[in-house]
Structure formats: C-alpha cells, structure tokens
C-alpha cells in the first residue's frame, strides 16, 4: 500500500470497451436532469469556469549529468480577479516553468507566490485581464458530516475538466502523509487520479469545502480513498502565503520525545505519560520561558533519550501524552501568543508561561 500525491499525472494511454448493449435515447438538448443529477450539472456549470489546468516543467538530469525538461500536470482554482490561483505544493514543486490553461483554453506563464510543504499548498499568479478569471466560491469545512454528498473538478492524467461525485467518507482528526500533517482532513470516496491534485471539493451548493491533496492506492490508482486539505485550513493558509510568501507557524524552540510508561518507570518518574524535554534552542521561546532541556543520554531499546530536563504533561490545561499532542496543539497557535506549559520537575508540577516564537523556515 502507498500514499500518493496526485497531482503529477499526464494522459499515457486511454482503453476503449467495447459494450454490447442497446444505447439509451438521448435526453433533449438542454434538459437539466432531475435530483441527484440535476445537482451534479448545475454545480459543473457553476464551477468548471474556475479550475485550471497546471503544467509544471521540471529540470532532471540523466546518468550522464546532461539537463533535460519533464513535464508534468495538476489542478488549481482561481482565488480572485487578480489572478492569484491555488493548488498544491507538491504540483508546482521545483517548477522551472509553470503555465496556467483556463477554462476558455488560454495559456498563460505563472509565478509563484508562496508554498507551504506542510499543508501541501501553494498559490501562484498569472497576469491575465481581470475578465478572463472566475473565483471560486469558499465555503465552509467546520461543519462537515459524513455521509455528506461532494464533488470534485479537476484534470486527472491530463484529461481537463472531469466531474467525479461521491460522500464524505470520514472527517480524520489527523492525518500525516510523508511531511505533510493536517488537522480535521476530509475523506472521500470521490473519485481522484493523478492530475487531479489541486483541485476543489465541493459541496452540493458549489461551494468549496477542500482542496484535494492525496489518495491511498495499492496501485497508484484510485480505489475510492482520497484526502482533501479542509477549506477553513486553506484559507489562513492562503491569506499567510499571499500576505508573506510563507505560514509563520508558532514555534517553542525545543526537541520534543514521546514519554512513554516503560520509560517513566525506569526512569522513576511521578508521571506515565508526557513529553521530554531535549535540547532546548539558546534565546528560544522555551529558553526564555525558564524551560529545563535534557542533558544526560541514555539508550533505552532502540531510542537514545535526552533525560533530566523537564516532562510537559499539558498545555493551556489540556493534557498532553505525547508528542503528536504537543504539536498538534501548536498548529492551533500563532507566534506571539502566549500559552501555558504544565510541567513536572523534580517531581512536582509547575506552570510556565511561555511566548511562542516563529518556527525557523526549512
């Protein structure tokens, strides 16, 4: 089983079926449909004007060391008549050259504005006349349901402009792909290829509730397990990138290990479960803050620990038990807040406030 980005996929060959069945009599030229299909046409109608198609040049190299351009394809939605779009990081990833296909089948070169690895997004900026562009409509992803009926455009292997429909599957509180960690991410069983990355989740009214990002595939193909990035995370995102180029996320300036209860009893601590404390950053958040890090190493099994220093066991009065917990509660956060650290030191529990900074950019 794999994860896979789908946002790099060309067209490489197309297999034609061949049926044996009587053909249905055409519906009238303009007929709408009704219900379920009457929606999926007019949510088409009303959205397909603002995806894009995403080519992205790559320079590789061969076994010689002699440069040579790849090609590869994604999706997008365009954010405003400015010509700012969004779509993935991973689609416009090292791009030496990127071009934007509209829906009206103009071509135009595209800059980027700013990524972030992180979330798996991106934005980019085309130039072209403030008539050509149609936003898209954001919506909501705080009061997703499962279950919930959803759509989505895109451009899988190339193919422009497809229409695929299904539910809300599940709403996962966490979800971690290679770098790539999301809160509240959207499962659907939606179908979504390679190509299609990039592209909206729409609910039945149009409006965008995510943006597509990844599917799990024993084969590289879809089978009905595929991720969206959740609009109300694509927003902060987006307005971050456009306003600064990057997302400043909060940062306590610490190397953070998983306490677990084999740990704490040889280790004779009051608690079972928490964070230790490593290296602390000189002149960090945490630093400042009156932080303690580990200086002592030690090997237990196959992890080499840091002890000495601190276990933080909550923050802002949630508990922590671990790592993925702390950072987790970061993410909520922004630099130059403020938050509560619950500590054990010397065997008793302490609070300390802490300032968090900005998290050194890769």
Same mark, same amino acid.
């Given at each position: ?68 351009? +790849? ?34 089948? +103009? ?16 934005? /980019? ?42 539910? $809300?599957? +599940? /709403? ?13 991410? $959207? ?16 609910? +039945? ?19 009905? /397990? ?53 290296? /602390? ?82």
């Amino acid at each position: 089983m794999l994860w896979s980005p789908v946002g790099r996929g060309s067209a490489r060959f197309l297999v034609l079926l061949g049926l044996t069945c009587l053909a249905p009599l055409p519906r009238p030229a303009g007929a709408a449909g009704d219900g379920d299909e009457a929606v999926n046409i007019r949510v088409y109608q009303q959205v397909h004007h603002s995806v894009v198609n995403i080519t992205n040049v790559v320079v590789d190299y061969d076994l010689f060391f002699t440069p040579y351009a +790849s090609e590869s394809t994604g999706s997008g939605v365009v954010l405003d008549t400015n010509g700012r779009i969004l779509t993935n990081h991973h689609v416009v990833d090292q791009a030496a050259k990127l071009e934007v296909t509209l829906d009206d089948g +103009s071509k135009w070169p595209a800059a980027l504005i700013g990524s972030d690895p992180s979330t798996d997004l991106a934005v /980019i900026r085309i130039r072209a006349p403030a008539d050509r562009l149609r936003p898209i409509q954001l919506g909501s992803s705080a009061g997703l349901q499962v279950g919930q009926k959803v759509l989505a455009i895109g451009n899988p292997f190339g193919l422009e402009q497809t229409l695929t429909t299904g539910i $809300i599957s +599940s /709403i996962r509180r966490y979800l971690k792909i290679n770098d790539i960690e999301m809160e509240r991410v $959207i499962q659907t069983d939606a179908a979504i290829n390679p190509g299609n990355s990039g592209g909206p989740l729409l609910d +039945s009214t149009g409006r965008m509730i995510g943006v597509t990002t990844a599917i799990f595939t024993p084969s590289g193909g879809n089978v009905g /397990i595929g991720f969206a990035v959740p609009v109300d995370t694509v927003k902060w995102v987006a307005d971050s990138l456009i306003a600064r180029g990057y997302v400043a996320y909060a940062w306590l300036g610490l190397e953070m290990q998983t306490l677990i209860p084999e740990y704490a009893a040889a280790l004779k601590l009051p608690v079972t479960e928490g964070v230790l404390v490593g290296r /602390i950053a000189q002149r960090g958040p945490a630093d400042r803050a009156g932080l303690r890090g580990g200086a002592v190493p030690v090997i237990a099994g196959n992890t080499r620990l840091l002890i000495g220093g601190d276990v933080i066991v909550g923050a802002d009065g949630q508990p922590v038990a671990s790592s993925d917990d702390l950072n987790r509660f970061l993410r909520t956060k922004r630099p130059g807040e403020s938050v509560v650290l619950t500590i054990v030191r010397d065997g008793a529990r302490r609070e300390i406030p802490v300032t968090l900074g900005e998290r050194p950019r890769r």
